[in-house]
């Protein structure tokens, strides 16, 4: 098989890692990591496809735009994490449940 | 042209200037400079050609009438949120400049998202809006249930938001460029739907499903309503609603249909992707579930959150429809749903402020204690279930009769039923203020500020249904999408 | 009449609630009597209107026609015919009586009779609107001030009963917006009533829905809109708890006006515009009807609750209505164009629908002040007040009697035209539904006996006779009731023109020759 | 003549509204209102009588039609038909009605609703008028329930006592079955001839509107009415209870006229009568003149022995119109109105003297009514005494009075007919036997009342003669009862004929193609028929009379002694044959009981469970969903599933990590993987 497909490979592994990881991970922390393997996955593709589908630059422009806001979205997130903190002491997203039916 | 957003950017920055001179009591004033900024937005879109359509910076977004209507609905949205937040007694508590600056920023986001073209823009632009509201929603860091809301929501937008983008990648990979308009050509040309374009899809839709809450993806709704201070709450169910949908009629329309969508009167979905029956369903599940969910409510904001799932069925209904008339419809029922569901919002403040609950049980007798109150709160909800004479009704009835023009009979009868349903829970509101208590003999008259802001919402609320021409044309003449 | 005599009946009332509002909440009286000009008013256009009516004139008359909603096609457009006018004086004149039954209404009478004023807009509203948007807009009007009077000023069940009223008409009403929007797209992109009536029938035939030929799912659509608001029998039950726990006069609105909208909006809306449809669907309606006439005069024997057996009775007696409604076939040509049947069935419907406003409201006033004076409607608690209260009895004789159909009271003839319309083609049902006759017969006068005759109940030696306001109240109708009994004729000659061409309509029916 | 048809009306519906609504207000409490209006239509009566006595045309015949309403193609006609008969049965119902006005002013003398009890008689009068003048079926219907309706308010006028009430709606309710039976006969009629006036309903059966099956269903549906009306078996069960009402009415209404109109409409009818028609007509008069007679014979209640000979003597004449004897049936009705009346108001008499005596005993308990308390009377009220003894041989058809006349007229018809007709021999056999029967129980009452000892002596003692407003009623009508004042100018005790056998003509039947016999046939066979029938009838009366001279007044055998002899026949007779406990236990219990289960259902089970289920299944779905949704349930299901499956594909996991938010994450993955199967199939 030819090189596209390899990256495409290894970008659907990384984006079901991300889910797995997002969706079985108690700590916040690695559920946050869950995500970013969720958004590189995406990168990956954008990349391979922009290198190997002799295309234009956008692939790689998208790629800089998410590693910048997936940095954004983490900051946010750890702050929110570490506000949980304070509040639960823990950083295990399924303590927090207090907002149910 | 851009000069709106510019403004909106600059009051902004001066916004976080004067923040600098506020102690922690007067730091809300920035709140008046930011509605003063949005006014003077408000003035430049006005100032702007009505009919432009132009793109900006290389084709990634574009100045369309489409655009310019929802940019209007977005700068009132914002700026009677920020009325209310001056009003609630929630943020005595904090210091309140950055909140308003946050909002403004939101603001910003949705005048992208109602305008963009390009697959970084749009990605863009949803990320400005989620981070932003990710932090509104927890913006009491003291409260527990606030910051229970701004968690759940930051990883599902997270989560959500990656699997759109996931979807982007799939769909770059397929036509090699990320301009809507280039995409639309490729998809054209590439014979019948591949299953990488129907995965590619179905994750675009899982992200904008996720903005506009419809089943299945609308889960963090209620738990972060509940939990974000309620005039945040009121604003996410109608600002970053009202953006997502205004997105995804332009990504569907432009992406997922033949080449004739966005001119003709009625098109076609892209041959070999019929993703219109899946929206149609979604749309009837979504409220019914909306509906369904919020009888058993307790909670106003949550009973309101779950109406507001419901209401985003009833407004999908007017996408898959495929029409000139179901786009019409949808438009028209977000501006109506605007002034009907930050109007039911506001009076959950105003009884929060002096009647200190919002369990649907303690509302006994309020439309005794206080007739003002109870009356403009009746009219909001009449007009949320959707009953003559009152604007909501006008709303149902567009987006009926889209749905009956396309012979969706079923889809129509699922929607009126619905409304039925809708109308029980409403009344037990109603039935709360009024069936409820007796005759008091102190009335409570909320303050002039307050009283002015209902009555604004609720005019109109009652003068659309009755005599709807003017927003009717005014919609009309917006219905122009840009076109390369 | 260049004044728009028809646009006033629809707004003095509004104006009125308006006014109502802007007194200050402590001074009842002048609410009172803001209501009572108001409606006494309305009653006055009424009456004129009739006097001004051309009945020998086909068609609608005092047209009052203007563009509304440009953009839908969607007008504000009025008009009288000889259907509407009879149903638009019994609306005046129940809305006048019914000011005096509630004067003695106190807890909060301004939120009451603004409310009541708006009903009583919204019912004028529905029997003039000859626009299919504004007929729904009225139609839907109606429900809220209903929901509130009930829901407030109701007995101990009140909520239920006002939200088991609100969710049943709205679950109809919901299937008629689909089915006017349906007519609109399919018939010429109008709501003008007229119009659609031309075209409806002709637009809708030819097409299928779900294999099914369109015209009939409409048909059933608004069948099933008007039908709960007869009610016709499955969806009847909302009917007695609304009608038991609302207060006296809301009842006699409820029984005496919003009971007809079902039966009008059938002749105003499904015949003219879907003759196919009434035919086919004639023999159900028949045999609805039949159902409606001995179940509800079996449930009415059953009950203990005075005002429960006669909200049954309203069910019993809107049979007439239905029976006589389908005797509109008679006069195809497989009946042998037995126009004569034909006419006497639908002149009968529309004349019963009249006369049962008029005797059911006298027998909700009457129980509202057996009610005020016992606090009870048990009708084994009394017992031998004849002796005690002569007047009131006689009143009451007078009602029951007309309730059993008592021939010289008008009860009698209206169900004698219905029975004798329906006749020639559904001879059985009609034989059966006789029975009705009988049972009629049966609760009123066993009620009658139980409450009236034998011993004085001790308990009740000393219950005041009936009061000159609710006596005033009273006359007008038993005036009436007595009236039309001897000479039906005023009422049957506004009519006939209008309804003789509605069964021309129903003649030119394509299927009538195959029926 | 035609002129003072509308008196007849207007004069007594004024005097009722009248004693409505100022009865109380008026002086003597208004009776003088309601006495002239009567009194008027009697004097008018009384002129239209001898115009037509001069006249002296058979088939005299007035009519005059007016459009009652009309819906343009559908024109409804009502109108006013007068000849002989309708100004024989006017002079009737005039001058009973008026005497019993008179006698009433005695008898209900200290009555608390005396002005109320004038004002229903009034409107009796006017709806039998109505009855009488109309000249097609819709008005007759009408005036039909209002006789109805005023027979209730006169059977429970004193409501207060709970059998006149049950009695009052009983009479109601039971005419009313028969009623809808006439209606559907109407509507029958109509529907084939399109109007209702007899002429064109003649018409139009004349010209075989309806096939003959048809036309017979057709006049029995009609004839059902007159079953109702006359008491006819089956329906007869009204009549007797209807007695609970004050005695004059009694008189008027339940002996006299209302009960009459049964047979005046049957008569009316006649020519619409299929043979098949007529003679289940037959069969129901003669058994029930029998059927009643035999009750009659062991009544103790003086008025239910009168009730019951009534409805046996209506059963007579619906008989005599079934054999085609209808003329001689219409006599009778004449005749019997007379001395019936006689009785009844006899009757009340002696019960108003009972009363009485009664009262100034101050003993309240004893039956007035009951005969076994009677006895030796004849000394006390001779009037009273003298008078019913004539109306009683005129009932019990001994010659030199009127029944014997009219009722040997009627045997004559059926033993014609019968001869005619041998298979139905069974009619004469019930005629005759009735007969026997009649003048045994009336005799039977005689002697109970006016002859041997009293039960209490001082009752006796208290026992006086009532005022002149009762006794010269009685005396009139005694009179009445005399043959000669029927037979004028022909003074032959054994022959009906004269002016009224004269001015009363036969008509024949409007049936097609002539099966019925012409009414010149029928007068033939009843002439040939005439003397063995008359012979027969002296012999079972005398027979008859001579048995209750034995029994009760030579007290040669004891009635106790018999009754214990015949026991089972006893029983029956006396328990008027269990009819009223058949009706109760199979048609009236049954229905209440239906009608409770209906309401039951419609309440308790269909509105509850069904109607409510929609909003209850709604309820339950939502907070099923909510449920599902809730952490723990999905904790158990969903995440442990992911896990599972997880760890069945990703291999080596040690332990299952769940968490709440993703709970959410995994719906959206469902959804996801669901949309993408609905949308790749």
């Avoid at chain 2, 998202?113 to 863009?124: K, P, T």
């Amino acid at each position: 098989m030819n090189d596209l497909n390899i990256y495409l490979t290894v970008g659907a592994i990384l984006f079901s890692l991300g889910l797995y990881g997002v969706i079985t991970r108690r700590n916040g922390v690695a559920v946050l990591m869950g995500v970013e393997l969720i958004l590189n996955s995406a990168n990956v593709n954008f990349v391979a496809f922009a290198r190997f589908g002799g295309m234009n630059l956008s692939g790689h422009i998208f790629a800089m735009f998410v590693i910048i806001l997936a940095a954004a979205e983490a900051a946010v997130a750890l702050a929110i994490i570490i506000n949980l903190y304070n509040k639960f002491g823990t950083v295990n997203v399924d303590d927090a449940r207090s907002l149910k039916q | 042209m851009f000069i709106p957003e510019l403004i909106l950017v600059g009051s902004m920055l001066l916004g976080i200037f004067a923040d600098l001179f506020y102690d922690r009591k007067h730091s809300f004033r920035v709140g008046h400079w930011i509605i003063g900024g949005l006014v003077v937005a408000a003035l430049a879109l006005y100032l702007t050609p009505a009919s432009e359509s132009i793109t900006l910076f290389m084709g990634t977004i574009v100045a369309d009438p489409f655009a310019r209507m929802f940019k209007y609905i977005f700068l009132l949205t914002t700026t009677i949120v920020i009325l209310m937040s001056l009003r609630t007694d929630e943020l005595k508590t904090v210091r309140t400049g950055e909140y308003y600056l946050l909002i403004a920023a939101i603001t910003l986001g949705m005048f992208l998202m109602a305008s963009s073209v390009d697959l970084i823009m749009i990605y863009l632009s949803i990320e400005v809006v989620s981070i932003v509201s990710f932090i509104l929603a927890g913006y009491l860091k003291t409260q527990v249930r606030s910051t229970e809301a701004s968690l759940k929501y930051v990883i599902y937008g997270a989560f959500s938001s990656g699997i759109m983008l996931y979807g982007f990648s799939l769909l770059f990979g397929l036509t090699g460029t990320t301009k809507l308009f280039e995409i639309r050509e490729s998809l054209a040309a590439l014979d019948g739907g591949t299953l990488t374009l129907t995965v590619a899809t179905i994750m675009i839709m899982a992200g904008f499903g996720y903005k506009i809450s419809a089943v299945p993806f609308h889960f963090w709704t209620p738990d972060v309503y509940e939990g974000a201070p309620t005039p945040i709450t009121a604003f996410l169910s109608v600002g970053p609603k009202a953006a997502g949908f205004a997105l995804l009629i332009r990504v569907f329309n432009t992406l997922f249909t033949g080449t004739d969508a966005l001119t003709a009167s009625v098109w076609q979905s892209l041959e070999g992707l019929p993703w219109q029956e899946v929206m149609a369903a979604l749309a009837a599940i979504t409220m019914t579930l909306g509906n369904v969910l919020a009888i058993q409510q307790s909670n106003v904001k949550r009973l309101l959150a779950y109406s507001s799932i419901a209401h985003a069925g009833y407004i999908l209904m007017g996408i898959p429809v495929l029409s000139q008339s179901g786009i019409y419809a949808v438009m028209f029922y977000v501006v109506v749903y605007l002034f009907m569901q930050l109007g039911a919002f506001f009076v959950v403040i105003t009884i929060k402020n002096k009647f200190g609950t919002e369990e649907i049980e303690e509302y006994g007798g309020i439309g005794f204690k206080s007739p003002y109150l109870g009356v403009i709160m009746a009219i909001f909800l009449f007009s949320l279930t959707g009953l003559p004479p009152t604007a909501g009704f006008i709303g149902k009835f567009y987006l009926f009769s889209a749905v009956i023009d396309a012979k969706m009979y079923w889809l129509a009868i699922v929607g009126a039923l619905n409304s039925v349903i809708a109308l029980y829970y409403y009344m037990r509101i109603v039935k709360m203020m009024y069936l409820q208590g007796e005759r008091e003999d102190e009335l409570y008259m909320p303050s002039k500020f307050q009283s002015i802001l209902l009555a604004v919402l609720a005019v109109p609320t009652i003068i659309f249904g009755v005599y709807w021409t003017p927003i009717a044309d005014w919609i009309r003449n917006s219905l122009v999408f840009f076109l390369p | 009449m260049d004044w728009n005599i028809l646009s006033w009946l629809v707004w003095l009332p509004v104006i009125g609630a308006g006014l109502i509002v802007l007194v200050p909440r402590d001074k009842g009286d002048t609410m009172k009597w803001i209501a009572a000009a108001a409606t006494a008013f309305q009653l006055i256009f009424a009456v004129l209107l009739w006097s001004q009516f051309d009945s020998s004139h086909v068609g609608f008359q005092f047209q009052e026609k203007m563009s509304w909603i440009a953009s839908f096609n969607i007008q504000y457009y009025l008009g009288v015919d000889g259907l509407s006018l009879p149903m638009v004086l019994l609306t005046a004149l129940l809305s006048f009586l019914c000011v005096f039954v509630s004067w003695k209404i106190d807890k909060a009478p301004k939120g009451y009779f603004a409310l009541f004023l708006l009903l009583d807009a919204g019912m004028m509203g529905v029997f003039l609107s000859l626009d299919f948007f504004l007929f729904y807009v009225f139609w839907e009007v109606m429900l809220l001030p209903m929901y509130f009077l009930i829901g407030m000023w109701g007995g101990p069940q009140r909520e239920y009963a006002a939200i088991k009223f609100f969710l049943y008409t709205l679950a109809g009403s919901v299937l008629m917006l689909v089915a006017i929007l349906a007519l609109y797209f399919t018939c010429g992109h109008t709501f003008d009533m007229t119009v659609l009536m031309a075209q409806a029938n002709d637009g809708l035939g030819s097409m299928t829905w779900w294999g099914f030929n369109a015209l009939k799912v409409v048909w059933i659509m608004l069948f099933i809109a008007f039908a709960i608001k007869v009610p016709v029998f499955p969806f009847h039950t909302w009917l007695p708890l609304a009608h038991v726990e609302a207060p006296t006069a809301v009842s006699v609105i409820l029984a005496g006006v919003l009971l007809k909208m079902g039966t009008y909006g059938m002749l105003r809306i499904s015949y003219p515009m879907l003759p196919d449809g009434a035919i086919w669907f004639a023999g159900a309606l028949a045999l609805l009807a039949l159902i409606n006439i001995i179940w509800g005069a079996l449930c009415a024997l059953a009950q203990t609750d005075l005002k429960k057996m006669v909200a049954y009775s309203s069910v019993s007696h809107m049979g007439y209505v239905l029976l006589g409604m389908a005797a509109v076939v008679a006069a195809g040509a497989k009946n042998g164009g037995n126009v004569l049947a034909a006419e006497a069935g639908m002149n009968g419907a529309v004349l019963q629908m009249f006369n049962h406003g008029t005797i059911t409201a006298m027998l909700f006033i009457l129980v509202g002040v057996i009610y005020d004076r016992a606090h009870h409607r048990n009708i084994d608690g009394f017992g031998g007040l004849g002796a005690r209260m002569p007047i009131y009895t006689g009143v009451v004789a007078l009602a029951f009697f007309a309730g059993l159909g008592l021939p010289g009271l008008s009860g009698f003839i209206s169900e004698a035209m219905c029975f004798i319309g329906a006749f020639p083609v559904f001879k059985t049902i009609v034989i059966i539904s006789t029975l009705g006759i009988l049972l009629n017969a049966a609760y009123f006068l066993w009620a009658f006996q139980r409450m009236f005759l034998g011993k004085l109940n001790e308990k009740y030696v000393d219950l005041p006779e009936i009061n000159k306001r609710e006596l005033f109240t009273l006359i007008p109708l038993a005036v009436l009731v007595i009236l039309l009994g001897i000479y039906p004729a005023p009422v049957l000659d506004v009519m006939k023109v209008t309804m003789g061409h509605l069964i021309q309509i129903i003649q030119q029916s394509s299927l009538l020759a195959a029926f | 003549m035609m002129t003072f048809a509308p008196y007849f009306l207007i004069l007594p519906l004024a005097a009722f509204a009248i004693q409505i609504f100022f009865g109380k207000r008026l002086p003597r409490k208004g009776d003088w209102v309601s006495i002239t209006a009567v009194g008027t239509t009697l004097c008018l009566a009384i002129a239209m009588f001898v115009m037509m006595l001069f006249l002296y045309e058979p088939g005299a015949k007035a009519e005059q039609s007016f459009e009652w309403f009309n819906l343009g193609e559908l024109s409804v006609k009502i109108g006013v038909l007068i000849d002989n008969v309708t100004v024989i049965m006017l002079l009737v119902v005039a001058l009973v009605s008026g005497l019993v006005h008179l006698y009433s002013v005695g008898y209900m003398k200290d009555d608390p609703r005396y002005s109320r009890y004038f004002g229903y008689l009034s409107l009796f009068t006017f709806s039998m008028n109505g009855i009488i003048l109309s000249n097609n079926l819709l008005s007759i219907y009408m005036f039909w329930e209002l006789v109805g309706l005023s027979s209730y308010l006169l059977i429970g006028f004193w409501f207060e006592k709970d059998s006149a009430a049950n009695a009052s709606k009983k009479a109601f309710l039971v005419n009313r079955v028969g009623d809808i039976g006439m209606f559907i006969g109407i509507m029958l009629f109509f529907t084939a001839t399109g109007s209702f006036l007899f002429s064109d309903i003649f018409a139009g059966v004349a010209a075989g509107a309806l096939p003959l099956p048809l036309l017979t269903v057709a006049g029995l549906c009609l004839f059902a009415g007159a079953i109702g009306k006359s008491a006819q078996v089956p329906l007869h069960v009204w009549l007797p209870d209807a007695m609970e009402g004050p005695t004059p009415v009694s008189a008027l209404i339940h002996a006299a006229t209302m009960v009459a109109a049964g047979v005046y409409l049957t008569f009316r009818m006649f020519p619409l009568f299929t043979p098949e028609a007529l003679t289940v007509i037959a069969y129901v008069g003669g058994v029930t003149a029998i059927f009643a007679a035999i009750i009659a014979v062991t009544q103790n209640d003086i008025k239910r022995v009168l009730a019951y000979s009534t409805v046996s003597q209506l059963g007579y004449m619906v008989m005599a119109i079934g054999t085609g004897a209808y003329v001689a049936g219409f006599f009778h009705l004449t005749t019997h109105a007379a001395f019936k009346a006689a009785l009844f108001l006899c009757s009340g008499s002696v019960i108003h003297a009972m009363h009485h005596a009664y009262h100034k005993l101050g003993d309240h308990d004893s039956d007035p009514q009951d005969m076994r308390n009677m006895g030796g009377m004849k000394s006390k009220m001779k009037i009273t005494f003298l008078t019913m003894f004539m109306a009683t041989l005129a009932l019990s058809g001994v010659p030199f009075m009127s029944g014997f006349l009219s009722k040997d007229a009627i045997l004559a018809g059926t033993l014609s007919f019968a001869t005619h007709h041998p298979e139905h021999f069974l009619l004469p056999l019930f005629g005759f036997g009735a007969a026997l029967l009649t003048a045994f129980y009336m005799f039977r009452l005689i002697f109970m009342t006016f002859y041997g000892k009293p039960a209490k002596q001082e009752v006796l003692d208290n026992i006086h003669e009532s005022p002149a407003t009762m006794t010269t009623p009685l005396i009139v009508l005694a009179t009445l009862s005399i043959f000669i004042v029927y037979t004028l100018p022909y003074i032959n005790p054994f022959s009906d004929h004269g002016w009224f056998t004269d001015l009363i003509v036969a008509t024949n039947s409007v049936v097609p193609q002539h099966v019925n016999p012409s009414a010149h046939e029928i007068a033939e066979g009843i002439h040939h028929a005439h003397l063995p029938a008359m012979i027969i009838s002296l012999i079972v009366a005398f027979t008859g009379i001579a048995l209750a001279v034995v029994i009760y007044l030579k007290k040669k055998f004891s009635a106790e002694k018999l009754a214990k002899n015949l026991a089972l026949p006893y029983k029956l007779s006396f328990n008027k044959f269990f009819v009223d406990e058949i009706y109760d236990r199979f048609l009236i219990n049954p229905t209440i009981k239906l009608a409770k289960a209906v309401g039951f259902f419609d309440w308790e089970i269909y509105d509850k469970y069904f109607i409510n289920g929609f909003g209850r299944i709604t309820e339950r779905l939502s907070r099923f969903i909510g449920i599902t949704m809730d952490y723990d349930v999905l904790d158990q299901q969903i995440v442990d599933g992911v896990g599972k499956s997880t760890r069945f594909f990703g291999g080596a996991l040690k332990f299952i990590q769940t968490g709440k938010i993703q709970n959410y994450l995994v719906w959206v993955l469902g959804g996801i993987i669901i949309i993408f199967i609905i949308q790749a199939m």
